[in-house]
């Protein structure tokens, strides 16, 4: 069993839709939490950091944490096409010293 | 503007060469990693300096070598033992996990493919 789990998609979904994104991880000494975006042939762009359970707000995005089902989302408010890439989960313990990513959603958002 | 600057963007390998991939960053950071991002797959670290003149085998070091003489830099050496070596290869930088601990952030990548 991978250490990150995550669903490949595709996910596609009209403008302007809320979008869910889900990780499930199985070390519950993962402490950190983060998603990333990465547009194709660039690198990832940290797009939320979390270190506890519940959520946490960015404009059109919130990312939220269960420690105790050991799952983590991000919801995208009023999607945008140029929201159409692929998100990644990460994760790390209290000594950090490695981050353990899941495989990465891709998303597109039709006009 | 602070960021990484990975070179080049797209690489070529013979059969039998070694490859060099730079890795520079300006955000003063101490900590440097290298991963490989294969379709479908999650990111998978190679190598990771956490000082000057130190660092660590990840996951897949097989066919890789690195150096970290400089803070700013970490390039990552892609030798002929590596057998499939046809990849996007990421650098990140962060500040050390042991101290007060900050996400990784990225470079844009260098595509290298086998001739």
Request: glycine letters at 8%.
């Amino acid at each position: 069993q991978k250490e990150v789990e995550q669903d490949p998609g595709p996910l596609s979904v009209p403008e302007g839709a809320i979008v869910s994104l889900n990780c499930t991880y199985s070390n519950s000494a993962f402490q950190y939490f983060m998603w990333y975006r990465q547009y194709s042939r660039k690198g990832p762009e940290l797009l939320m950091y979390t270190y506890s359970s519940g959520n946490k707000e960015d404009g059109r995005f919130t990312a939220q944490v269960d420690k105790s089902s050991k799952y983590i989302s991000l919801f995208i408010r009023d999607s945008q096409p140029s929201d159409s890439a692929t998100y990644l989960c990460a994760m790390g313990d209290s000594s950090a010293s490695k981050i353990i990513f899941g495989s990465g959603t891709r998303l597109s958002i039709r006009p | 503007d602070g960021g990484i600057t990975q070179s080049p963007k797209y690489l070529f390998r013979k059969e039998g060469q070694n490859v060099t991939l730079s890795c520079e960053q300006n955000l003063n950071h101490d900590a440097m990693y290298w991963y490989r991002q294969d379709p479908g797959q999650g990111l998978r670290l190679i190598y990771y300096s956490q000082i000057v003149n130190d660092f660590q085998k990840g996951d897949i070091a097989e066919g890789y070598s690195v150096s970290r003489e400089k803070k700013e830099s970490f390039p990552l050496t892609v030798t002929s033992a590596q057998k499939n070596p046809t990849a996007f290869y990421l650098c990140a930088s962060s500040t050390p996990p042991s101290r007060n601990h900050q996400p990784q952030h990225f470079g844009d990548g260098t595509r290298l493919s086998i001739l």
